[in-house]
């Protein structure tokens, strides 16, 4: 008895301690106050996602790509991905563990004593339980398929966190180009207006001019108003998907020339094949469906027993007795575990529907996300050869206008026209940039071949 208290004693220092890790709600909003982007350790998860350091930290101009991986450093939408796959993870150990024995120490009194020894009857025995038939094998393959799940679901996250980054870069970016072309109409607007007036106070237009002429650049400074408060909520919005109060992007500069232009429809066949191939969520769909498999796999094999072993050591008043055999075995003479096998069966059959309609689904948005990026191309084509007759009618009047031909209330009219057509360029390339993120949330894979990185994070990524 003193024996196996002192074993027991003895294992005790190698178990875990409970550590509190209290959460206080002022210092987490004081250290989201904190965040920026000049942190050296945003520097040196930079450094290691590109491969090369950063030149002039912080670099004062930051494109999509730096912004993005900002966004996967500080995503609270990621923390929580990979606080879940720790989760998954630690599940494969759990299911990995070789059950215990169990320790027993029975005690007995003898009145009347029937040996020659003390009246006692005590001493120790152990159950050890042995699984057959694979049982754990297939419970840490079930595991290791869930924990595969969780890690694909951090690509997928990942992938989200970089479409918010991308449209609210967009959002900017329209924003931004918006209020220039606007700038330069309300500025027209503003001198057509002075000019109709003197031309009215001489008898050359009616009011009805007079009129049109403030209405016009009365819309166009309320238009120009509503770009700039759109520029606001573009910067919070992107501030919000990498996870940095507004004040982060301060003394920094948005590189969005990349919007200018917009690449090039992918041809059917290859859009398939990345959508198949590369959407992380349809590969952590697959991977469940493994976890039912080898789930299916664990209640076949629960239909045979378990051993249990239960070797001992008896003091029968007097007597020493040394016990060998079975502890017991579950004879599985009822149902067979017929109950759990069709519901795993069950299990596995909707794990299969889940994936094949998120497999359809996911071919249904691409069809659409690749049909509507085309008409947008077609539009941006059309809306370029607007701005390109503009022009020619601008210069025209230009030059009209310095050989004294035309007069200066019809050049600048023509620029408030140009200005216009820009605008209206300007949304054509701004839609055909939201269809080209929809084709690229479809596939989960970037249109443009110069910013291709590979998506697919690494352990090392995950951790930060």
């Known amino acids: 008895m003193r024996r196996a208290l002192l074993i027991a004693l003895t294992l005790l220092p190698g178990c875990a301690t409970y550590q509190a890790q209290p959460i206080v709600p002022d210092q987490i909003a004081r250290q989201f106050e904190e965040r920026s982007l000049a942190s050296d350790e945003l520097h040196a998860y930079l450094v290691r996602e590109l491969g090369h350091d950063v030149q002039s930290w912080p670099p004062v101009r930051w494109n999509r790509e730096l912004l993005s991986l900002a966004a996967w450093y500080y995503s609270p939408a990621l923390d929580l991905a990979r606080a879940q796959w720790g989760t998954a993870k630690a599940g494969v150990e759990v299911a990995d ?14 009145t009347p004593n029937p040996g020659p020894g003390a009246p006692f009857i005590w001493g120790p025995a152990l159950d050890i339980p042995i699984e057959t038939a694979g049982k754990r094998g297939y419970r840490v393959d079930q595991a290791s398929h869930l924990s595969e799940a969780a890690r694909l679901a951090i690509g997928n996250e990942a992938w989200k966190v970089r479409a918010q980054v991308r449209d609210a870069l967009l959002a900017l970016y329209a924003a931004r180009k918006r209020s220039v072309a606007l700038s330069h109409k309300a500025d027209a607007g503003q001198q057509i207006v002075q000019m109709v007036v003197k031309r009215r106070a001489v008898g050359e237009n009616s009011r009805p001019d007079v009129d049109a002429a403030v209405l016009a650049a009365t819309q ?71 976890a039912a ?74 069809d659409h996300a690749l ?22 009618q601008l210069d025209s009047q230009a030059a009209g206008f310095a050989a004294g ?21 300007l949304d054509a390339v701004v839609a055909a940039r939201q269809a080209a993120g929809g084709l690229e949330d479809a596939m989960q894979r970037p249109l443009e071949p110069e910013a291709t990185r590979d998506e697919s994070l690494t352990e090392q990524d995950i951790r930060r």
């Open 371 to 392: 049909t509507r990026y085309r008409s947008s191309l077609d539009s941006v084509q059309l809306s370029q050869r607007h701005v390109a007759t503009a022009r020619r």
């Open 405 to 425: 031909n035309t007069d200066r209330l019809t050049f600048t009219q023509a620029r408030a026209d140009y200005e216009a057509n820009v605008i209206a360029h």
């Open 97 to 110: 563990a070789i059950p215990n024995p169990v320790l027993q120490l029975p005690f007995q009194y003898a």
């Open 220 to 290: 166009a400074e309320a238009d120009l108003a509503a770009a700039r408060s759109a520029e606001q909520d573009a910067r919070a919005q992107l501030a919000a998907a990498i996870g940095v109060p507004v004040s982060a992007f301060d003394g920094i500069w948005l590189d969005l020339d990349e919007f200018d232009a917009v690449p090039p429809a992918p041809p059917a066949a290859d859009a398939q094949r990345d959508a198949i191939l590369h959407r992380a969520d349809l590969l952590a769909s697959l991977a469940e469906y493994a």
């Open 293 to 366: 498999e080898s789930a299916l796999q664990l209640e076949v094999a629960k239909q045979y027993p378990d051993i249990h072993l239960g070797p001992g050591y008896t003091y029968d008043t007097g007597t020493h007795k040394i016990g060998f055999g079975l502890g017991g075995i579950t004879l599985p003479v009822f149902d067979q575990n017929q109950g759990g096998i069709k519901q795993a069966e069950a299990k596995r059959r909707e794990a299969a529907a889940r994936t094949g309609a998120l497999q359809d689904t996911i071919l249904g948005d691409l």
